[in-house]
């Protein structure tokens, strides 16, 4: 026995200055290994988080009827052909991009093949730009009808009763710059031009057939037809806007100015936006639902004007739904004398604030009164717009119309990724129906669950 009780074993740990001190060597570390090769049994429904805004928008584009879209596919079951993209799938992915902020074609087919929640939505399926950009921009009437029919099952539910709308426009840049527009002349010496490109392409196609591939020479041939096409609507649409500058230049007694067009986009034209700056672009309208935030109309025009916008949103409501709504609020900029006298022959009261209403009270005028010439609809809404009612009513007009075009903005609803009316119409249909969607979603939540 040595007089010890128990073992005491090794030596004591190193204290942490001594670790500090590096005195006994490198510290031990897990590092990453990123080259390592994992097997993951993992399916892309369980990748995604159960509550992801990409399932929602999946469950609101799976419930609705896409008969328009369906009913142009010809590959059908027993016969050749095909198989086609499911377009409930291209409606979702647009959907979601749009929700996203994205309107590039070529953007959302790269997301396709590396986000998660677009590879989601696709499941397996591939897709390209080309098949997505044809999808959107070629399906103008059946955007246009999902529209309807979204708003119009809302409509049927009780979810959206449409007593009252706002409208509201917002300049949206066209895809053409300033530098693009010029005058007739010179367009007709570009359209020479063009015209002896397209010869000249079909001439070297039969001459000196090897010298490109079928599919270069196809694409050079497309390009410059679609160029030459693109010149002779930008010299139609000169000729229009030269004949409309001429007839008001007749009533005021000046000399009409020169009218232009793009070469890249022929509908486009130079608008003043909000910040007084003037650019291409198109005046994009939108009509809401006051209550509930659903937009139930959609237009965008070329004219720089408001004025003349509201008789033809009421009638597309009424083509849309067969009704119109019973009141409308817009600013001052829509509120000319024809367009009251118009919406009051429809059925419709119109809440918008009088011109120079402080400055005539300001003079000891009655701006509420009724003037000389005044027609009895616009009477009646001189004295509308003197009440406490109409006042707090207006007030909704901001809150709603103004709020859809910032949600819009939000969503990168800056530029038109398309060139032509009819096309930049289509995205702005598309803007409102993931607004919808979305809207009609958070509806449903919130409406009371009865019983069976």
Known sequence: ?????????????????????????????RVPHRDQIEIRWASLDQLLEPHHRARLVWQAVAALRLESWLG???????????????PRLLVALWVYATLDAVGSARELARLCEQHLAYQWLCGGVTVNHHLLSDFRSKGGENWDELLTQIVGSLLAEGLV?????AQDGMRVRASAGKDTFRRRSRLEKCLDEARQQVQTLKQLAEESPEEL?????????????ERKERLE???????????????IAKKSGRKPTEARASTTDPEARVLQFSDSGYRPGYN???????QTGIVVGVDVTNLGSDQEQLPSMLKQIQERYERIPREVLVDGGFASLNTIDEASQAGCTIYAPLKDE????????DPYAKKKGDSEAVAAWRARMGTAEAKAIYRLRCQTAEWVN???????????????????????????????????????????QTGT
């Open 233 to 247: 609507e930008a010299i139609r649409q000169c000729e229009q806007l030269q004949a409309q500058r001429e007839a």
């Open 406 to 448: 910032a949600m819009a903005r939000n969503r990168g609803f800056w530029w038109m990724p398309v060139r032509s009316q009819t096309k930049c119409r289509t995205i702005a249909t598309l803007y409102a129906i993931a607004h919808n969607l979305m809207r009609a979603l958070t509806l449903h939540a919130e409406a009371p």
């Open 213 to 225: 591939g079928r599919r270069q020479q196809a694409a050079r041939e497309r390009a410059a037809r």
């Open 358 to 365: 402080e400055k005539q009270q300001q003079a000891g005028g």
């Open 72 to 86: 142009e596919i010809k590959a059908v079951e027993g016969h050749v052909g095909r198989d086609a993209t499911d």
């Open 161 to 165: 009763t449409m007593e009252r709308v």
């Open 284 to 290: 994009v309208q939108f009509s809401t639902d006051t």
């Open 1 to 29: 026995m040595d007089g010890v009780l128990f073992d005491k074993g090794p030596g004591e740990l190193p204290s942490p200055a001594q670790v500090a001190q590096g005195s006994l060597g490198p510290p031990r570390l």
